[in-house]
């Protein structure tokens, strides 16, 4: 005997209210079962606002980052400039030897505004220095001086 065939089942009542129950419960905004998982509703305006404040801190960072990388750069090119500098007050000033690469010298600026390149150290040269200590250089590979210790760069 089949189900419809049975009396019982033609008399049946379902207690629930037929506005409670559903035919199609996976379109339901929220879980249908008591085991189901619980759906909230979000709130747009505090997803969006956190979004947008996550986006700022990281733009922030990374605008640091660059702006320590443009001021490294920037150092750079200012020592480049010194070494240029520096690299041409030695070559026009006199020099009674013929530096090497990797050693250090003292450049020092005479009283008529000359320089001179020595291989005597500020302290070496007594009470009394006969010029005025402008820097401790290095001779580079490039030929190019590397400023090493700084004295009175105004003389430059």
């Excluded at 200012?78 to 240029?84: A, D, G, L, M, T």
């Amino acid at each position: 005997m089949k189900e419809k065939d049975n009396p019982e089942n033609t008399n049946f009542i379902n207690p629930i209210d037929p506005d409670k129950i559903t035919e199609t419960p996976h379109i339901l905004p929220y879980a249908h079962t008591v085991g189901g998982v619980e759906i909230k509703p979000i709130d747009k305006g505090k997803v969006k606002g956190r979004a947008v404040s996550s986006m700022y801190e990281q733009t922030d960072m990374q605008l640091n980052q660059i702006r320590k990388q443009i001021e490294l750069l920037a150092q750079q090119a200012q020592s480049i400039q010194n070494r240029v500098l520096i690299s041409e007050r030695i070559y026009q000033a006199d020099m009674n030897f013929e530096p090497l690469v990797s050693f250090v010298y003292h450049l020092y600026r005479k009283s008529d505004s000359k320089y001179v390149v020595s291989m005597v150290a500020p302290d070496e040269w007594g009470t009394h220095s006969p010029y005025t200590f402008v820097a401790t250089v290095k001779l580079l590979a490039d030929h190019t001086w590397d400023i090493i210790e700084e004295g009175d760069m105004n003389a430059l």
